[in-house]
Nanobody, 124 residues
Framework: QVQLVESGGGLVQAGGSLRLSCEAS??????YAWFRQAPGKEREFVAV????????DYAHSVKGRFTISRDNAKNTVYLQMNSLEPEDTAVYYC???????????????????WGQGTQVTVSS
C-alpha cells in the first residue's frame, strides 16, 4: 500500500490561488487523481494525470482554472488552483489507481489508495 500525504490547503479569498501537493511513499507507474468532498456532498472527481504525465483530464467545473502535474523524481503530484471560487471549498484528496483503465478515470471506485485530505476554504 502506498502512503499519500497531501499538503498546501488553507484559507484563501475568492480569485486567489493555492497549490496542493501529494507526496507518495514510493515511486509508482500509476495514474494519480485529485478528488474533493464538500460537506454533505459526495466525493467528486477533480483531475487526473497518467504516470508519464502525458495525459490529463479535468472536471468541467475546474477546467481552465486548475492544473495537475507530477514530478516522478520526487514522487509528488501537484494541483495548481487559480481563480478560486467559494464553490471550490472542500476537503481535497489525492488518490492512486493501479488500474490502467482511462475509461474509469473519474470513478472513486477506480482508486486504491487515498491520502488523508487537505482542507481548502475559499471566502467570498
Amino acid at each position: 500500500q502506498v502512503q499519500l500525504v497531501e499538503s498546501g490547503g488553507g484559507l484563501v479569498q475568492a480569485g486567489g490561488s493555492l497549490r496542493l501537493s501529494c507526496e507518495a511513499s514510493e515511486r509508482t507507474f500509476s495514474n494519480y487523481a485529485w478528488f474533493r468532498q464538500a460537506p454533505g456532498k459526495e466525493r467528486e472527481f477533480v483531475a487526473v494525470i497518467t504516470w508519464s504525465g502525458g495525459s490529463t483530464d479535468y472536471a468541467h467545473s475546474v477546467k481552465g482554472r486548475f492544473t495537475i502535474s507530477r514530478d516522478n523524481a520526487k514522487n509528488t503530484v501537484y494541483l495548481q488552483m487559480n481563480s478560486l471560487e467559494p464553490e471550490d471549498t472542500a476537503v481535497y484528496y489525492c488518490a492512486i489507481s493501479y488500474s490502467s483503465s482511462w475509461y474509469s478515470r473519474t470513478w472513486v471506485s477506480s482508486y486504491n489508495d487515498w491520502g488523508q485530505g487537505t482542507q481548502v476554504t475559499v471566502s467570498s
